[in-house]
């Protein structure tokens, strides 16, 4: 649910809000439509989503007070964690607080003192009673050092799981994509590999997102794209269109419904050469939007693609490790088992 298309940050590679032609400032359409599409589904869960979700906070409150949604999610910036109260951030089941890492690189790409204030609004949720998954939702860039900046997170001890998802695919920012990829990503997604092998060896199961998340894809398979977009999943915009993913607010292929009509949903799907792709169980066509838009053209996708197999195998390397810490009593199965639900992580960076 897209409270609002209005943000009151202007990160470097996002540009801040969405054009108020497309994405409203307001909610406009009958929240007891929302209820209706909700709690028709046992699984019914409402994640809050922007531009910045709390400058609209007054429609999260009324849609929580509303819905008897299964569970309450958001992805905020943190800025703004004061305009809700307790009684609200105690029932978020997951919060995923934006922050890129070490705080030159959050403050470089967010703007100066966002990376305080993100641990800050940390802070706010569990002192107002939060209790849920508490996830850092990295944007990943050309000043990103991937291991450098997850660790960072994971070790400051205040986030449950660290994510993030890769700034391409219709970012124009980058000066060397091909050089970071194979001087700084690639080598980092190896010593990440290296440390949470480690860990697990001593019975501890380091919180990244896209280890656990390909880990469980690679067992169990999963939605296509992982993120639901147009299948499990839709983004709700403030006037009642229903799209396929959050993004795509303008694209004609990504209208799925309107909940100002007794429309019934239509799915939207990953086509072309993901279907014939041997990673397609795990990646799941990674992200519908590239899917679709392919904004760097086919060469960019297949840089994308290329980049991706060579994480999806990394973190699959694991497998052996994870089977022989399960069959040992190292680990609890509990812990590798994540995420139990659509939080809308990407899963696949
Ligand atoms: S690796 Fe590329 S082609 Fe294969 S499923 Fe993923 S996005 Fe599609
Ligand atoms: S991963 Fe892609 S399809 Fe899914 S929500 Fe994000 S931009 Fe949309």
Redesign the pocket.
Known sequence: MLTTGECNLECKYCGGSFPNSCVPREVTFDIKNLRRLVEGDPDGSIAFYGGEPLVNAEAVKEIMDCVHAKRFIIQTNGTLAQRLSGKYWSRMDSILLSIDGREEVTDWYRGKGIYAKALGAAETFRRQGFRGDLIARMAVSEKTDIYEDAMHLLKLGIFDHVHWQLDVGWSDSWVDFDGWCSDSYKPGILKLVQEWRLALSAGVVLGIVPILGILKRAREGGDC?P?G?GSTSFAILPDGQVRA????YDAAWAICGDLRGEVPLKPCAIEGECLECEYLKVCGGR????NKERLWGIEGFSKICELTKFTIDAFRSLEPDVFDALRRGVVDSELVDYPKYNNST?IVP
């Open positions: 794209p993120c977009s993913c959050p993004i795509a992200c519908l939007y590239m990407e």
